[in-house]
């Protein structure tokens, strides 16, 4: 039997606060550790539109994608009825805008925190998310 696909795409946004380097990270309960805004895409949407839409949607910021090329990771997701691969493309980004206070979207019960790139990278868990952060770190030289 052939295992689905959803194809999901996220964020990695980047952007320097008091001279240091930052992440803008999630927590979402009941996890207890920080991850990278990502969600799956919806029909018809690319996934830059997606990265950048779930980004809005779980933090409140807007952003522009800086890099088009997505460091892309698979997780098989085999923990509950139906079994699926889950292909997460995500993309280097910055805020755009004068979002100071934002807030998710309406029903999303996620924190979005700014952390120093060093302090998030002892604090992911997950080790595909640590590797996106720091590949796409790297290329924007933080």
């Not at 992911?124 to 290329?139: N, S």
Request: net charge negative; aromatic share 6%; hydrophobic share 40%.
């Amino acid at each position: 039997m052939e295992i689905p696909v959803w194809e999901a795409a996220g964020c990695v946004v980047l952007d320097r606060f008091d001279g240091k380097e930052c992440v803008l990270l999630i927590w979402d309960p009941p996890y207890p550790d920080p991850t990278l805004p990502k969600g799956r895409l919806e029909p018809g949407e690319t996934a830059q539109e997606a990265a950048v839409r779930e980004v809005r949607e779980e933090t409140g910021y807007h952003v522009e994608i800086v890099d088009a090329r997505p460091v892309c990771v698979e997780r098989l997701l085999d923990r509950h009825p139906p079994v699926v691969l889950e292909r997460i493309h995500f993309f280097l980004a910055k805020p755009a805008g004068e979002d100071h206070f934002p807030h998710p979207a309406p029903g999303e019960n996620k924190i979005a925190r700014w952390v120093p790139v060093d302090l998030a990278m002892s604090m992911i868990e997950r080790k595909q998310d640590l590797g996106v952060l720091k590949e796409l770190a790297l290329r924007r030289g933080g």
